[in-house]
């Protein structure tokens, strides 16, 4: 299986944000992410943590998958304000992906 590169998550990642993030984010959310992006927003790649079991409902190889967020970094260049965790498949052919929306 050939793993998605940083940035093919990360576009991958921010277009189904763009997409979606009307229908799952609080107005708020949405104009403080719209204000901010250009000076603070950030797409990252981290590493794939091990409870999306918790989020999803079902176990996974984390190798199988990467994780995005999606969000607003402070004055230490740390993500601070995350509006959204993506957790993506590697497999192309039917790629599959689980999001956590802020509350």
Same mark, same amino acid.
């Given at each position: 299986?050939?793993?998605?590169?940083?940035?093919?998550?990360?576009?991958?990642?921010?277009?189904?944000?763009?997409?979606?993030?009307?229908?799952?984010?609080?107005?708020?959310?949405i104009?403080?992410?719209?204000?901010?992006?250009?000076?603070r927003?950030?797409?990252?790649? !981290?590493?794939?943590?091990d409870?999306?079991?918790?989020?999803?409902?079902?176990?996974?190889?984390?190798?199988?998958?990467?994780? !995005?967020? !999606?969000?607003?970094?402070?004055?230490?260049?740390?993500?601070?304000?995350?509006?959204?965790?993506?957790?993506?498949?590697?497999?192309?052919?039917?790629?599959?992906?689980?999001?956590?929306?802020?509350?």
């Amino acid at each position: 299986m050939k793993k998605l590169t940083p940035d093919e998550a990360i576009d991958i990642a921010y277009d189904i944000f763009l997409e979606i993030a009307g229908e799952n984010l609080d107005p708020a959310d949405i104009l403080l992410f719209n204000l901010q992006f250009e000076d603070r927003g950030a797409v990252e790649m !981290v590493e794939t943590a091990d409870n999306w079991d918790e989020e999803i409902g079902t176990l996974i190889d984390p190798d199988a998958f990467v994780e !995005v967020w !999606v969000g607003l970094v402070n004055d230490q260049d740390e993500m601070d304000d995350v509006f959204a965790k993506f957790l993506i498949s590697h497999e192309e052919e039917n790629r599959e992906y689980h999001v956590v929306w802020k509350e």
